[in-house]
């Protein structure tokens, strides 16, 4: 549409074209308030937390299951 626009007029007006994605730019990033910056450390630490608790289960099943392998008869 632009280019037709520019072949319409040539040589009359400066011609430049807008980069789209820099004007909508503001619209695609966000900034986060403090009431969400707090949201989200809350859901990093349950993250984290929730991160911990499943090392330490497969800490503990891995445990288990050496336990079950080594006393298990060899015959």
Do not use: C, W
Not at 10 to 35: D, M, T
Not at 42 to 67: H, S
Request: overall charge positive; aromatic content about 10%; charged content about 40%.
């Amino acid at each position: 549409m632009q280019y037709h626009d520019v072949s319409k007029t040539p040589g009359r007006f400066n011609v430049a074209f807008l980069n789209r994605l820099k004007i909508a730019q503001r619209s695609f990033s966000y900034e986060p308030s403090a009431e969400d910056k707090a949201k989200l450390s809350a859901e990093e630490q349950e993250k984290k937390k929730k991160l911990k608790d499943d090392e330490n289960k497969t800490d503990i099943i891995d445990y288990i299951t050496r336990v079950f392998i080594n006393s298990q008869e060899k015959k």
